[in-house]
């Protein structure tokens, strides 16, 4: 039987805006299950960066219960859900975020030295995954000398780095023309089926949408599978 990763029950989410109360989720009812593909869609403003801040245990002011694992979200410390969240939780986002001054291998090892303090580890870790993402030439060139497609597979082998049980990625092929972002996508697609680990990923592009093995949208605050 699969194990459930992500269990959701009876979420709200509200925003303060001039006084008053915006609601953006109500009442959602949402689980996944470990080595599931799920894609979000729905128009802008919906939620769907919301939901993935709150699934990434970035948010964690809503009403309602998560469970993450075996933890429940509700209960849990901030330095608790730090160490999880860098264990447990790989980000993939639209505008890279990768730390100018630092290489590719520096990028790519640093979320596994926070977490193991070993650098010829994390450096050995790191050197792994980006001959595996095709980037070995660049595995000292700084960011800038980059091109985007380039930047979006270090910004993937960062995220794959500690093996996290789950992926989350926010539009990650919006930053990119249509060529590359298909190459990326199907890449981006294959490392985590390999690895059988779980993505939710946002996208308004239905074809993208449509690859995975589930597909919900947001709308009228609520989640709807597709």
Do not use: W
Not at 58 to 84: A, C, M, P, Q, R
């Amino acid at each position: 039987m699969t194990e459930k990763l992500i269990s959701i029950n009876n979420l709200s989410k509200e925003f303060l805006v001039n006084k008053n109360k915006t609601c953006i989720l109500k009442n959602i009812n949402f689980s996944i299950l470990k080595g599931d593909i799920i894609s979000i869609s729905g128009p802008s403003g919906s939620g769907k960066s919301t939901f993935l801040n709150i699934l990434g245990l970035l948010d964690s002011v809503f009403d309602g219960t998560y469970d993450f694992l075996d933890f429940n979200v509700n209960l849990l410390k901030n330095n608790e859900k730090n160490i999880i969240r860098n264990k447990s939780i790989g980000f993939v986002h639209q505008f890279f975020y990768l730390i100018p001054e630092l290489t590719v291998l520096e990028n790519v090892s640093l979320p596994n030295l926070i977490l193991n303090n070993q650098m010829r580890k994390s450096n050995d870790l790191a050197k792994e995954i980006i001959v595996n993402c095709g980037l070995e030439n660049r595995m000292h060139s700084k960011p800038i000398y980059l091109s985007g497609g380039e930047q979006q597979r270090v910004a993937i082998a960062r995220a794959l780095i500690n093996n996290p049980e789950l992926i989350i990625a926010d539009e990650m092929t919006g930053n990119l023309d249509e060529k590359t972002a298909d190459s990326v996508f199907e890449f981006f697609l294959d490392k985590i089926s390999s690895n059988n680990q779980t993505l939710i990923y946002v996208t308004h592009n239905q074809k993208y949408a449509k690859k995975a093995n589930t597909a919900f949208e947001i709308s009228n605050n609520q989640i709807h599978k597709i």
